[in-house]
């Protein structure tokens, strides 16, 4: 016979944890049908079984209310990344018969996203296009509702998932660099979105250790039609540059195409490179130099880290970084001299 | 006073209808807040009233059980034509106060996203992507539940909206027969899609009417990758076509990529066109001649079916056909001799 707990109150998951000698989350869950080794939910469940331990009706409904259903956020549809994105964690959560309810926060909005997510009764939601000050993340994560944010990173103190953009950045510009390039403009996206800033941030970073001139900085809003017009300036003003980076692809392809018109050739009077590897920049039409980003992998921890969640409310939040990796296409070449 | 309901029996829609000398279904749009006349709803209104007239529970229900949410069926997001396309009903929505719910039915397997939809209570579904013989369409339809069926149409009465495609697929043709190509190929997508059944219909009947060659056909089920392995057989095949049109923009830009895989230039030895006029066609590095269908026209009217149809589900099936316009840009020129 374990340990009883103490006299004048029932058990609770602190008093078998105690008992089994594993924390209080291993304990939640295994209560809750989360993932742990199959002999420490045997042993727990004979602990809570001795103890006397039934679990509060809260956490009892929370177990039982729960759908199946995962709320996913995104913000453009119309940037081939979130499509590719979404195809993934799809594949992730029907991998473990979960279905995904899917909403687009057009321009940031995602309070009314949230709310319908929460209506639907979603056991959790992934954000793929936070931004910073995001009210609705914030307030999820005061509630203690699952929340993950994959792709982008804001600071409100949830799971997160996301690529090494300082890795990514330096790869671009050490690429560049060794190019010749010295000249160095940046079409960058939304100022509070994490991957607009950490890559400008690596890249200004890498420019300053390698002792390089600061680069030129557009923002865009990661909008193809005004990053159109920034590159048209950019190329057609007194002094253009021998290299653009758009920090994403959309917005790479977009500097792509205002050369084009132009006629200014690529790579020769032209080098341009992006963020993220979506499927065209394969395409031999474009072959564009891009950071491609770790989507499959960001996928599956996206998911598994909801999951833990789910299961565990009580885990204090991670924040993963995945690899980064520099695919050299046709796009990049020596700066024109 | 006028003339009341027979003896013995409450008095019906029909009877308000025939007091008011409309039809059945204006009465139900009167009263279930759908469209009509200001004179005649209030005509109606007062009707009602003078006949004692109270709608029963099931109609009553299913008028203050609506929840606003409208669900869409896509097949495949990474075919650029849905992004933009759920953004155009998205807004149609929105301007209306709906909610758009999306569903995936990848590889055409619909049933599971309608029964997830129907749990959400939805008002009603836009299928974008439906097949002949989809029993998930059929049954909604028999069970009178509100569908319309937006880009693709099946035979199923029910309200459809598409594009005008044997105008376009007569308009490529003449472009392309003028241009002198007498071999042309085509990259088909799926056998029960309306939209590539249709579409090879009208190309092959127009080559027919101009008394030139019947085409090359290969399946690609509208899959990016099939499509560029399709091309490449052709081009370095014993009698390679001069032009190749796409079914959809997705498979026509698999065709200039396995051409500039090939060093096929284009167009000065092969014409490459599609049909959609997604916002690539337009960018300078690709400039596709391609059909325009008319996005923005398709989900305001498929979103105008729907509601009318939520409004009352009586109505007769209707079936619009748009108009489409061919855009010709850099991908087609005169035939190499």
Redesign the interface.
């Known amino acids: 016979m374990v340990k009883a707990a103490g006299p004048g109150r029932p058990p609770t998951s602190v008093d078998i944890a105690r008992v089994a000698g594993t924390s209080q989350a291993t304990v939640s869950r295994a209560l809750n049908g989360g993932r742990v080794a199959a002999a420490t939910r045997e042993r727990i469940l004979a602990i809570s079984r001795e103890l006397g331990y039934t679990p509060n009706a809260a956490a009892r409904s929370m177990v039982t209310s729960r759908t199946g ?1 995962v709320g996913v956020v995104v913000s453009d ?2 940037n ?1 990344f ?3 994105f ?2 993934e964690i ?1 594949a992730c959560l029907g991998a473990r018969r979960q ?6 926060a ?1 321009g940031g909005g995602d309070r009314e996203a949230v709310e ?1 997510l929460l209506q ?1 009764r979603v056991d959790g939601i992934v954000f793929t296009a936070a931004v910073e000050g995001s009210e609705a993340v914030a307030d999820l994560v005061a509630r203690r509702f699952p929340v993950v944010l994959a792709n982008r990173v804001v600071d409100a103190g949830c799971d997160s998932v996301e690529g090494d953009h300082p890795a990514g950045a330096a790869a671009v510009v050490d690429h560049l660099a060794g190019l010749g390039h010295r000249h160095i403009a940046v079409l960058a996206g939304l100022p509070g979105a994490s991957t607009s800033a950490r890559r400008l941030a690596g890249i200004r970073d890498r420019l300053t250790s390698l002792a390089l001139p600061a680069p030129d900085v557009v923002e865009t809003g990661f909008d ?1 039609d005004r990053a159109v017009r920034a590159a048209t300036e950019l190329l057609t003003g007194p002094q253009p540059p021998t290299a653009i980076v758009g920090l994403n692809d959309q917005v790479a ?1 977009a500097a ?2 205002a050369a ?2 132009l006629g200014v050739a690529v790579p020769s009077r032209l080098s341009v490179a992006g963020f993220d590897d979506v ?2 920049a394969s ?4 072959g564009l130099t891009t950071v491609r980003q770790p989507q499959v992998a960001m996928a599956a921890r996206s998911v598994a880290l909801l999951n833990e969640r789910i299961d565990d409310p009580d885990l204090a939040p991670r924040h993963e970084v995945l690899p980064a990796e520099l695919i050299v296409r046709s796009t990049t070449g020596p700066a024109a001299s």
Chains 1, 2 share one sequence.
């Open positions: 259903l549809l119309t081939p979130y499509p590719e979404l195809e799809a279905h995904m309810l899917l909403q687009n057009a319908l639907q193809y392809f792509l195409n084009a018109a499927r065209q395409w031999p039409t474009l």
